[in-house]
């Protein structure tokens, strides 16, 4: 599944000051489909490279980091249920980082 | 983004009901779109500035701008409202450089960026030309220890020299709601009562030459950055090269993890700060001047004074921990025994109060 990632808010740091990733997710044989908690497990272990606990907590990003799938608040498509489709943009923005 | 590839449920705006939500709000927990949100996010600032008297007519008024998603994003509220709203203001941006090669250099080219796209005229101070020493310079010398103790007192005496040299009437910084319910925390932790009753007026120092107020005291952090996102407002985000910032840290977590059970959590610390009462065997402590200085003070000299007296003969450690009058000569003696590791008001770099 092709997905565009984008990290910012100082998220980029953590993946070698890239900002946009075109990626490529091979969903999991037994699911048939992809979703935000499929996808971040991926991203911790693909894209991530340095200090995944200020990406991460638990199973989800770590509190006072912004999702947004396709410009839309992940609060309103269900987080880590939000499915994900062929081209969809997901974007994380850490709030964390300076002022 | 193109239709094909929207989700199945599509949800409408709460406010119009007409275009697709764009965000969740954590103030009201209501589903909004990006159009909605601009004007509720502006026009709730502009309350708050209205009902708060926060500028008069005429008024010059400095934002205090690192170049980071709060100053950056009140920089553009603020002119926006500003031609809006007829608030006959003179705005100004006013950066402190506290020389820290790879991260304030960096800002402070966005602040310029800044100054081109808002047109908003910038002063920058720096602690070279202020206090003589850059803060490379002091971690050189003292280490990585306290230096952000350095950090916090310099930079608070230089926005309010850079607002005098501007001769402005007013500071402007943009705290949020999420930095003040966390600094209610960390005052209460402290126990600094003097900080817990002073952190969440939104005009502070109106007392002194000048007035420093917060717009985005209701503000929440996430709204802040959905709006910067949104708008693609151009700032910088890199953490200081030289803050660990453990205590605060911990704070800050602890709220966020609180706002994501129930986003209310945020107001209800500001409210619960707000409605301290101080009692009044508490000793407060007196204002004065520095004798050596001039600027405010509680003590002889102002803790710059203190601080750089060290700096420059080489006693690095004068002025570090806490020392508030005589009165807590007993307590320093306690903390001393028992080895306690002091933690000094102004621990974060854009932070203090």
């Given amino acids: 599944m092709q997905l565009t990632l984008e990290f910012g808010g100082g998220l980029e740091l953590l993946c070698d000051s890239v900002k946009i990733h075109d990626v490529n997710v091979i969903p999991n044989l037994e699911a048939d489909k992809l979703t935000m908690k499929d996808l971040l497990v991926w991203v911790r272990t693909n894209v991530i490279k340095e200090r995944p606990e200020m990406f991460m907590k638990d199973d989800s990003v770590r509190p006072g980091v912004l999702v947004l799938v396709n410009d839309c608040d992940w609060e309103l498509s269900g987080q880590l249920d939000t499915p994900l489709e062929e081209k969809d943009v997901v974007v994380f923005i850490s709030t964390l980082h300076g002022g | ?353």
Avoid at chain 2, 65 to 92: M, P, Q
Avoid at chain 2, 143 to 169: E, H, I, P, S, Y
Avoid at chain 2, 174 to 197: M, P
């Fill in chain 2, 1 to 353: 983004m193109e239709g094909n590839h929207e989700k199945a449920r599509v949800r409408l705006c709460y406010l119009c009901n007409q275009r697709r939500a764009a965000l969740k709000r954590p103030k009201t927990l209501e589903q909004i779109c990006r159009e909605c949100f601009y004007e509720v996010f502006e026009e709730e600032i502009h309350q708050v500035i209205v009902k708060n008297q926060l500028f008069k007519p005429g008024e010059r008024i400095a934002i205090g701008a690192s170049g980071g998603k709060d100053s950056t994003v009140l920089a553009y509220v603020l002119s926006e409202l500003n031609r809006r709203h007829n608030y006959g203001l003179d705005l100004f941006l006013l950066s402190v450089d506290e020389g820290i090669t790879g991260y304030r250099d960096d800002s402070l080219e966005t602040v310029k960026r800044n100054e081109l796209q808002y047109g908003l005229p910038l002063k920058i101070v720096s602690y070279k030309d202020l206090y003589g020493w850059t803060m490379d310079e002091i971690v050189k010398t003292i280490g990585l220890k306290n230096n952000c103790t350095f950090c916090g007192v310099f930079r608070r005496q230089a926005l309010d020299r850079g607002a005098a040299l501007l001769k402005v009437d007013k500071l402007v910084t943009g705290h949020n709601a999420d930095d003040i319910a966390e600094t209610v925390l960390l005052n209460i932790l402290r126990g600094d009562i003097a900080r817990l009753s002073r952190c969440t007026s939104i005009t502070t120092g109106e007392d002194g030459p000048i007035p420093r107020c917060k717009p985005f005291k209701y503000t929440y952090e996430k709204e802040i950055v959905m709006y910067a996102y949104f708008k693609r407002l151009d700032y910088f985000s890199t953490e200081c090269i030289y803050s660990p910032n453990a205590y605060r840290g911990f704070a800050r977590e602890f709220i966020k993890d609180l706002e994501r059970m129930r986003p209310r959590a945020i107001l209800d610390i500001i409210k619960s700060g707000e409605d301290f009462r101080i009692s009044t065997s508490t000793k407060m402590p007196e204002q004065g001047i520095c004798e050596r200085c001039g600027y405010i003070s509680s003590q002889k000299w102002c803790k710059a004074c203190v601080l750089l007296e060290g700096l420059n003969k080489g006693l690095p450690k004068l002025g570090i921990g806490r020392s508030r009058g005589l009165d807590n000569n007993h307590r320093k003696d306690v903390k001393q025994i028992n080895g306690t590791k002091n933690i000094e008001g102004k621990q974060c770099g854009s932070l203090d109060f």
